[in-house]
């Protein structure tokens, strides 16, 4: 299990490892605009990460000032768990 916390609204969640993490967003009844509905085509979903690890895929719509700054498409990120 990976413990995905979304700060701005004080809630946490434990999901699968390699889960979506758009999925776990929706999980945690969390809004975030999805006019795509989670197919990566309109880029309005960027987020950011502040911790953890996770696998992203790349996407067009994240520059590479963007990819620096560790924002990201959720419908394009896996989560991991963090071995330690």
Do not use: W
Not at 18 to 42: H, M, Q, W, Y
């Amino acid at each position: 299990m990976v413990k995905v916390k979304f700060t701005p609204y004080n809630k946490e969640i434990d999901v699968l490892e390699g889960e979506n993490l758009l999925e776990a967003i929706r999980k945690a009844g969390v809004f975030i605009d999805t006019p795509c509905n989670g197919s990566g085509s309109c880029g309005k979903c960027k987020v950011k990460i502040t911790a953890g690890n996770v696998i992203s895929e790349d996407s067009r719509h994240i520059t590479e000032k963007e990819k620096r700054k560790d924002m990201c498409l959720p419908v394009s990120v896996r989560l991991k768990k963090i071995y330690q």
